[in-house]
């Protein structure tokens, strides 16, 4: 296929800190950023990987600090310039899906005096992918 370029990136890797999100109003309306860095490890060398998701606010209530997790997306480099007038850039992955890796943790016993609170495990092994805006 002469002129046809394909950024596709599939990755597994642990979050290294918990979720940040917000919100970010647009002219095509608001949508939601959840940002995170995944640690892909190879062998002893260390991967560290920025990622952002983009419309998938359900993702910090599954995944944390640890959590095991694959990624597609697809790779963009950001460019900018410092105060001082230094160049900088970076690469991120832009996820269109994410699937939990870890297994869901088992329920814990609840004392006979609780008072009904229900105990709920987080959900593992699922796909989220990025709602059409």
Same mark, same amino acid.
């Given at each position: 296929?002469?002129? =046809?370029?394909?950024? #596709?990136?599939?990755?597994?890797?642990? @979050?290294?800190?918990?979720?940040?999100?917000?919100?970010? #109003?647009?002219?095509?309306g608001? #949508?939601?950023?959840?940002?995170?860095? %995944?640690?892909?490890?190879?062998?002893? $060398?260390?991967?560290?990987?920025?990622?952002e998701? !983009?419309?998938?606010p359900?993702?910090?209530?599954? %995944?944390?600090?640890?959590s095991?997790? @694959?990624?597609?997306?697809?790779?963009?480099? *950001?460019? !900018? *310039?410092?105060?001082?007038?230094?160049? $900088?850039?970076?690469?991120?992955?832009?996820?269109?899906?994410?699937?939990?890796?870890?297994?869901?943790? *088992?329920?814990?016993? #609840?004392?006979? =005096?609780?008072?009904?609170?229900? =105990?709920?495990?987080?959900? $593992?092994?699922?796909?989220?992918?990025? $709602?059409?805006?």
């Open positions: 296929m002469k002129g =046809h370029i394909m950024n #596709q990136i599939i990755m597994t890797g642990n @979050l290294t800190a918990d979720i940040e999100t917000r919100d970010i #109003q647009s002219k095509s608001d #949508q939601h950023l959840s940002t995170f860095t %995944l640690a892909c490890n190879e062998g002893e $060398r260390v991967v560290f990987i920025p990622v998701a !983009w419309n998938m359900h993702l910090v209530e599954h %995944l944390y600090k640890g095991k997790t @694959l990624l597609s997306g697809a790779l963009k480099q *950001e460019n !900018w *310039e410092t105060e001082a007038g230094d160049k $900088r850039s970076r690469i991120v992955l832009t996820a269109y899906k994410v699937e939990f890796l870890d297994p869901a943790p *088992e329920k814990v016993a #609840q004392p006979k =005096h609780n008072s009904g609170a229900k =105990h709920t495990s987080q959900p $593992r092994g699922k796909n989220f992918s990025r $709602r059409a805006a």
